[in-house]
């Protein structure tokens, strides 16, 4: 088969928690892979999590919301998308968005549409 590329396709994601919403009101952030280089950066900044595998740091986390958020829809009752706004997203949704990111980083176009 070779290589493939990983994917560059920019997708919406919205956190489990929220699928249960109407689709028309359930918040959504708008996500891109990261690039090989960056993605080398943040997977670098992964520590032992004591059991064998590792977990992102704070500033693996970090790079991957700034690089791979790149907008959202339905998020506090219409908050414009910007810097400001994103570090005032719950904790443990920033931390959703940063792994989901990391995720479709290191997938190929066809392992993104089957996840």
Do not use: C, H
């Not at 489990?16 to 918040?27: D, H, S, T």
């Not at 706004?85 to 940063?98: E, F, G, Q, S, T």
């Amino acid at each position: 088969m070779g290589i493939s590329f990983v994917s560059s396709q920019i997708q919406w994601y919205t956190p489990e928690e929220f699928l249960e919403e109407a689709e028309e009101a359930r918040p959504a952030f708008k996500l891109k892979p990261i690039e090989a280089d960056v993605y080398v950066e943040v997977t670098s900044d992964f520590k032992a999590d004591g059991e064998g595998g590792f977990v992102p740091s704070a500033r693996a986390l970090n790079k991957a919301v700034k690089v791979g958020l790149t907008g959202w829809r339905n998020v506090a009752g219409g908050a414009a998308f910007t810097s400001g706004n994103v570090k005032k997203l719950p904790p443990a949704i920033y931390m959703d968005i940063a792994a989901r990111i990391i995720d479709i980083s290191s997938l190929g176009e066809d392992e993104i549409k089957n996840s």
